[in-house]
């Protein structure tokens, strides 16, 4: 169910990722992953506001395996998904929580998850940021969006409200 928040949130979303450009299928990957499995229903340049909801539970691992460019490019589809079904059952809503974090600086896959979010504009990465807060207190996601914004989004300057 939408509440004022997450439709205003959804807005920010939607306003942060307009007129992106959906990655080239030699740009989905992730240079340092060997393995294309969890992306393969992306290639052909499926536009992210075309994703149907089967197509993000089903690809609930893609964000592990995307390129920056399509991290940047994907990431608006699965935080609208959660946003509207927070309380789904579904590992959709944790796992891409979970690619936000990119855990603390002495996990060996630090590096490599924080680099995912090298393309993301300050617009986006305040974006990302409120919707992390959001959930902070979520009786199921909260303790991964706390532990997201504990590692990297804390630090996201967020601008007042119009």
């Known amino acids: 169910m939408e ?3 997450t439709k205003a949130l959804i807005t920010l979303i939607n306003t942060a990722f307009d ?12 240079p340092d992953c060997m393995d294309d499995v969890d992306i393969l229903e992306f290639y052909g340049g499926i ?18 395996a995307f390129s920056a460019k399509a991290f940047q490019y994907y990431l608006p589809a699965y935080l609208i998904w959660t946003l ?5 059952p579904e590992y959709a809503n944790e796992s891409i929580l979970l690619a936000l ?29 409120r919707v992390l807060h959001y959930f902070a ?26």
């Open 101 to 129: 974090d990119p855990g603390t600086s002495k996990e060996m896959l630090h590096d490599f998850r924080k680099s995912k979010f090298s393309l993301l504009t300050p617009e986006q990465k305040e974006v990302v940021a």
């Open 19 to 30: 007129g992106l450009d959906p990655p080239l299928d030699d740009e989905l990957l992730h």
């Open 47 to 64: 536009r992210w506001p075309e994703m149907t909801d089967q197509m993000i539970i089903h690809g609930y691992a893609a964000p592990t």
């Open 137 to 162: 207190d979520h009786p199921d996601l909260g303790e991964f969006a706390e532990m997201a914004l504990v590692n990297y989004w804390m630090d996201v300057e967020l601008q007042a409200p119009d």
């Open 84 to 88: 509207r079904n927070s309380d789904s």
């Open 3 to 5: 509440t004022k928040t």
